[in-house]
């Protein structure tokens, strides 16, 4: 046995000199002590490395006792990292498919308020005339003509102060000159101090169909692409087309005149009692008549050609209407 | 490969919480100093099987185990080292050879550090005669090139433990080469 004059702790510190940890290159063991070669010879041996083959076994065991002790986690997936790019186009096809969505969307909207009428309907609007009180006449006209209580539409158009609303959901303008009845009718009046022309479509070059006069009630159902015409439903169900300045939502003040200067009161649009029809009934909208401005005497109010009060229009009458039920 | 220490915690979280991916980074990070720790330990017919079991181990007690600012692979190497024991233990193979202080030692020079293959077996035969504890520390300290304090760490002893047992160690393991090498020696023929 050589002479090993080294120590515990010196031969730790000359190991650390000449195999330094942490380096797995050769060290030089150029040293005479029998302890620092012997340390030196089992640095230098090979270092046996794990297969590829092994190391993959091996993790297959382990994985598989892994997922046994954890049987309800479901492995993830690994995360993957897209180009910048991918990810901008990546939002610009959700946001264009959010955006096709959302138009689809409002167009079903209005399919299904063109063919469901909102609460703003024409039942509705009949359930308002109660509060209709009209004005005296001070003269009355000898043309007013009495409407027949067949005539007489069974569900008449609001006649308070407060204006009708507005559609909530009017047809959006479409490319085609005539575009389809607003989907929510309503009622307007005759804000003109002459009577107004109705005509076949929206323009001053069109025919005109008929008129209406000063202060008549209209039932609006539809609006022209440009805003600046009304179209209203006439009688025989008929369609016409009014300047829509003409129109005003408001019930006028005052009587107003006729196209041949007398004054005529503004005649209640308030369902007959006598006609026993259901108010807002599909079968009112369907009448001929209901909603049309002509004259003789029908929903636009225009006076009578005999210049009689119709029956069971007169104030006094109001009460028995109250319902719309029909039923005195 | 070589893992930062804050990666380490993070994939030892995600693997307590069931992510199996995690725990594959971890084991991938980890196997092959395992296996080499374990190759240089154990048969060679052994290896692969006890690196399993150290990993599965692992897998074992990995919803108990603690972070702390201890190396993970500080865990590791003691499941290895209760593993190599374990396996000797049970297979009886393990007996320390009682050496002859008297024996002399023959160190190769410098330049002869590279051994044949036969000097190699007859420096793991040596190596595996030293005790447990000895194999572990110069296997950590020469074969995986761990400090003193590291060792001292891994296997829960002070750093003057450590350096006196790879002081008996080394007295040992040069009396085995040297025995081994003379033994050669006159297998061949020579003289003393």
Known sequence: ?328 | MSLPPQQVKQFIRRSQQGDAEALARLYAAFAPAVYRYIAFRAPASEVEDLTAEVFLKMVEGLPSYQITEVPFEVWLYRIAAARITDYYRKSGRYQETELNEEMPFEGAAPDENVLDEQERAALMRALHQLSDEQQNVLVLRFVERKSHEEVARILDKSVTAIKSIQHRALIQLAKLIGAEKQNRHYLRGGHA
């Open chain 1, 1 to 328: 046995m050589p002479e090993n004059p080294l120590n515990a702790d010196e031969l730790a510190d000359r190991l650390n000199a000449v195999l330094p940890p942490g380096r797995s290159d050769l060290p030089s063991t150029d040293d005479g002590d029998a302890l620092i070669r012997a340390a030196s010879l089992l640095a230098a041996q090979p270092r046996p490395e794990i297969s590829p083959d092994d190391l993959a076994r091996i993790q297959t065991r382990v994985l598989e006792a892994y997922r046994q002790q954890f049987p309800n986690h479901r492995p993830q997936p690994a995360r993957k990292t897209y180009h910048p790019v991918w990810r901008w186009m990546a939002a610009a096809a959700a946001m264009t498919i959010i955006g096709a969505a959302a138009l689809l969307w409002r167009s079903a909207q209005f399919s299904t308020q063109a063919e469901t009428p909102t609460p703003i309907s024409i039942a509705a609007l009949a359930t308002t005339t109660d509060a209709y009180t009209p004005e005296p006449s001070a003269t009355p006209s000898p043309t007013a003509l009495p409407p027949t209580p067949t005539d007489q539409p069974a569900v008449l158009p609001s006649a308070t102060d407060a204006p009708p609303a507005m559609p909530t959901a009017t047809a959006p303008p479409t490319d085609t000159e005539t575009p389809p009845p607003s989907p929510t009718p309503f009622i307007a009046y005759v804000s003109a101090s002459q009577p107004v022309n109705v005509r076949a479509e929206p323009s001053r070059q069109s025919d005109i169909i008929t008129t209406v006069h000063p202060g008549a009630a209209v039932m609006v159902i539809g609006i022209s692409a440009d805003g600046d015409w009304k179209q209203i439903r006439l009688d025989a169900g008929r369609i016409g087309w009014v300047a829509g300045a003409l129109l005003s939502p408001n019930k006028p003040p005052i009587a107003t005149s006729t196209s041949a200067g007398t004054t005529v009161p503004e005649r209640p649009s308030l369902p007959d009692a006598e006609t026993g029809v259901e108010s807002g009934s599909e079968d009112q909208n369907s009448r001929g008549g209901d909603f049309g401005c002509e004259h003789p005497g029908n929903f636009c109010n225009a006076p009578g050609q005999d210049g009689k009060q119709p029956p069971g229009q007169g104030k006094k009458d109001i009460p028995n209407n109250k319902g719309n039920s029909g039923k005195p």
